[in-house]
C-alpha cells in the first residue's frame, strides 16, 4: 500500500513569516519583519506585485527573501507618477495632501488626489504650507475656501525652520496623523521632504535644498517610503497605536481611470451632496433640464454651493474617464 504523501504546502507555510512592505523599487521591495528587521523581498510571479503598506507572508530565499502571498488588503490607492509607472501604496487611514502658498498649486490636481481617495474611502486631509509667506499664503487659502465648505479639513502650517511664526500649525496637523497609516501626497517643492525629515528625524529625506545642490533631478526621491513616526505613537493606554507616514513622489498625470465617469460625482463631497434631487436619473449634471447639480453652480445672479472652478474640473474629469474603454 502507497504511504500516503507528505502535503508539501503544510510544510512550507511552517517557514512563512509575516512581513510589511515598507518600500519598493521596481519590481522588488523592502519588507519589515514584526520585530523590526528589514530585507530584500521579490515577488514570486506577476500575481505577487506588492506596494508598500501591504502584508505579505514571506520566505527566506538565500539571504533575500521570495513573498508568498499577499494578504487582502483594506484599499488600494492608485496613482501614476510623472515617468508613467504605476505605484500604489495599500491599507491607508488617510490622504495627506500638502500643497504650498508657493509654488502655486493646481485646483486640477488637488481635485483629483480628493477623487481618488474618495473613491476609495480613505478620509484625505488638506495642509497648506508656507504660510510664512503672508502674501501669497492668503491668496491660496482664499482659493481653498469651497474645499473648507465642502467639509475638508484644510491646515495652515509652516514647516520652515528658518522662518518662524507664532503658530506654524504642526501640532494641530500631527493631532490628525497620530495613531495612523497616512500617505503624503503634493507636488514638488510643497515641503514633504521638509514634513518627513521634521516629524522622523532620522529619516534623512532629500529637501529641494540638497538636490538642488548635487544639481542633479537623478537624488529626488524615486520610490514611495514607509517611515514610522515613534514622536506621535499613542501611549499604552489608547493601544499603543504606531504612526506611519508614506512618501510618494510625484503629482502629476494622477491616474483616475480605475473610476467610472457615472461614479465621480459621488466622489465629489460638494456635488454628492444634490444626488438624487436631479430630474433624470442617469443624469450626467452637465447640461440636463432639471438637473440638481447644476442649479447649485453659483452664477453671478445666484451664490449656489458649487463653485464655476469645481463644477468644470467636474465636466474635464467626467469626459476623460468617459474616453477610457471600459
Ligand atoms: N518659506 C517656506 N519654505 C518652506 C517651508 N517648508 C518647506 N520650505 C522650502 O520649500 C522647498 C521645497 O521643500 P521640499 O521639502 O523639498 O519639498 P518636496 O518637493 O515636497 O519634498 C525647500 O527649499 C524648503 O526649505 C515653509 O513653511 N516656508
Ligand atoms: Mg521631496
Ligand atoms: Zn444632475
Redesign the pocket.
Known amino acids: 500500500m502507497n504511504k500516503p504523501k507528505a502535503r508539501p504546502v503544510l510544510s512550507q507555510a511552517k517557514d512563512l513569516e509575516p512581513g510589511l512592505v515598507v518600500a519598493t523599487y521596481g519590481r522588488h521591495c523592502l519588507v519589515e519583519t514584526p520585530e523590526g528587521r528589514r530585507l530584500i523581498c521579490h515577488p514570486r510571479g506577476k500575481k505577487n506585485q506588492v506596494v508598500v503598506g501591504d502584508q505579505v507572508l514571506w520566505q527566506i530565499a538565500g539571504d533575500e527573501g521570495s513573498i508568498e502571498k499577499l494578504q487582502d488588503r483594506r484599499n488600494l490607492f492608485y496613482r501614476q507618477d510623472e515617468i508613467r509607472t504605476k505605484s500604489f501604496a495599500s491599507n491607508l487611514d488617510r490622504v495627506l495632501i500638502?500643497i504650498?502658498?508657493?509654488p502655486e498649486y493646481s485646483e486640477s490636481q488637488l481635485s483629483r488626489a480628493l477623487v481618488a481617495a474618495e473613491a476609495e474611502r480613505i478620509k484625505p486631509i488638506i495642509a497648506l504650507?508656507?504660510?510664512?509667506?503672508s502674501q501669497p499664503f492668503a491668496q491660496a487659502w482664499e482659493r481653498l475656501a469651497p474645499y473648507r465648505a465642502m467639509g475638508y479639513s484644510v491646515m495652515p502650517?509652516?514647516?520652515?525652520p528658518?522662518?518662524p511664526v507664532t503658530d506654524?500649525g504642526v501640532t494641530a496637523l500631527c493631532s490628525h496623523l497620530q495613531g495612523l497609516t497616512t500617505l503624503v501626497l503634493?507636488?514638488?517643492?510643497?515641503?514633504?521632504?521638509?514634513?518627513?525629515?521634521r516629524l522622523v528625524p532620522d529619516a534623512l529625506?532629500?529637501?529641494?535644498?540638497?538636490?538642488?545642490a548635487l544639481n542633479s533631478g537623478k537624488h529626488?526621491?524615486t520610490s514611495t517610503r514607509w517611515y514610522w513616526v515613534p514622536a506621535l505613537d499613542g501611549s499604552a493606554e489608547d493601544g499603543a497605536a504606531r504612526t506611519a507616514l508614506i512618501?510618494s513622489p510625484g503629482f502629476q498625470e494622477f491616474g483616475l481611470h480605475h473610476i467610472e465617469p457615472t461614479r465621480l460625482a459621488d466622489c465629489m463631497p460638494d456635488l454628492r451632496k444634490h444626488l438624487g434631487g436631479c430630474k433624470f436619473y442617469n443624469c450626467t449634471h452637465l447640461h440636463e433640464p432639471g438637473c440638481a447639480v447644476l442649479a447649485q453652480v453659483e452664477t453671478a445672479e445666484h451664490p449656489g454651493s458649487i463653485s464655476v472652478r469645481r463644477h468644470r474640473i467636474y465636466a474635464q474629469l467626467f469626459e476623460e474617464l468617459g474616453q477610457q474603454r471600459w
Open positions: 500638502l504650498a502658498a508657493d504650507n508656507k504660510s510664512d509667506l502650517i509652516s514647516l520652515s528658518r522662518s506654524d503634493g507636488p514638488s517643492g510643497s515641503g514633504k521632504s521638509t514634513l518627513i525629515n529625506v532629500e529637501t529641494g535644498e540638497i538636490s538642488l529626488t526621491t512618501d
